[in-house]
């Protein structure tokens, strides 16, 4: 051999990952005796010696996994984060960090330098948009999960895990259903965009089976969003009893425009939130929501990775991970 040989030849000639051989170089428990001596045998007859200044710029000294977010403005994102990485670090791996902020060629960028780093894994929660971030990673070729949104056209590669999103919506309808109530909106959520797809997927068979034309608002799920949305419900939809919000942001915003106009939710307007964030329990009053154990997942998200790093297998297909309604005072609605 001409060049001097890289991770990548010796991978090459032992038949595992890349990521696979940092490991074995980080003397990471994670790496099996039989594999560690299969690399050490790769690189003893490539000649391969670990630069180890270079490994410690890169972070490979601790083992280093990438976390990408979409938004981590909001708190549902953040505290995913918070128990990913919290989990990563129990089981001796330090994590970075990267704020994609809803933007593909800031995920873009954030994607190239992590991997530039040679991150050993990699956990993204992707951004909407045109970007290279995906295939970049599908070519790096190192483990990699994507949570809670997924990018199409990422294949087997990037396998995916998240909630039961449909399931939610299901269970928010019902709620509204068992207290009489018939009209009933859709607010927030990107059109066309497949988590808007999943949330409203119950929303639109439980007014299909009503009979009943749904009325969905579009557009971003944020709390200005949903301020707006109250006003034009009151202006335009004096009819609607209750509305299920794409996310808890959106509710909280609606909740908000709602006493602006001084009806209050609840009573005079029904509300449904979607992530049961801490605010919603906070909220005025207490918002009724969809709850994802957000740091349960976070900590499976991070034990799917780490698994695939030891074994060196690919998850494969990934269960939908349940979730449950739990009512508060924004939908006891009165008679």
């Known amino acids: 051999m001409d060049k001097r040989p890289t991770i990548k030849d010796v991978a090459a000639r032992a038949g595992v990952s890349k990521s696979t051989v940092s490991l074995v170089l980080q003397n990471s428990p994670l790496a099996k005796e039989e594999t560690k001596a299969l690399v050490r045998q790769a690189a003893a007859e490539l000649g391969y010696v670990r630069n180890r200044a270079a490994a410690t710029l890169r972070g490979a000294g601790t083992g280093l996994i990438g976390l990408v977010i979409n938004d981590l403005r909001n708190p549902f994102f953040t505290e995913f984060a918070a128990s990913a990485q919290m989990a990563f670090a129990k089981r001796g791996f330090a994590t970075v960090i990267g704020n994609a902020d809803e933007d593909p060629s800031q995920q873009e960028r954030v994607v190239s330098e992590m991997l530039e780093h040679d991150v050993s894994a990699l956990l993204i929660s992707p951004c909407y948009g ?4 995906i295939r970049a990673i599908v ?20 396998p995916f895990f998240s909630y039961d999103y449909a399931k939610g919506s299901i269970l928010a309808m019902g709620h509204l259903k068992d207290q009489g109530l018939r009209k009933i909106a859709f607010v927030g959520g990107i059109e066309g965009r497949g988590i808007t797809n999943e949330r409203q997927g119950g929303y639109l068979e439980g007014m299909r089976r009503m009979g009943v034309k749904p009325l969905i608002l579009p557009g971003r799920p944020t709390r200005a969003f949903g301020r707006t949305a109250a006003a034009k419900l009151l202006r335009d939809h004096p009819e609607v009893e209750g509305a299920i919000c794409f996310n808890d942001l959106t509710a909280l915003g609606l909740m908000t425009g709602l006493l602006d106009a001084g009806k209050m939710p609840g009573r005079d307007m029904a509300v449904v939130g979607f992530d049961d ?8 009053p207490p918002l009724t929501s969809i709850r994802c154990d957000i740091e349960a997942f976070g900590a499976r998200a991070a034990d799917i990775l780490l698994t695939w790093l030891e074994t060196d297998t690919p998850p494969g297909q990934l269960n939908r991970v349940p979730v449950k309604l739990e009512a508060r005072a924004s939908t006891r609605v009165q008679p």
Do not use: F, K
């Not at 045109?130 to 971030?133: C, G, H, K, L, Q």
């Not at 964030?277 to 005025?284: G, N, P, R, V």
């Open 130 to 133: 045109e970007n290279d971030a």
């Open 139 to 158: 070519r790096a070729g190192i483990p990699a999960l994507q949570v809670l949104r997924a990018e199409d056209g990422a294949g087997p590669r990037l």
């Open 277 to 284: 964030i801490e605010e919603a329990q906070l909220s005025h």
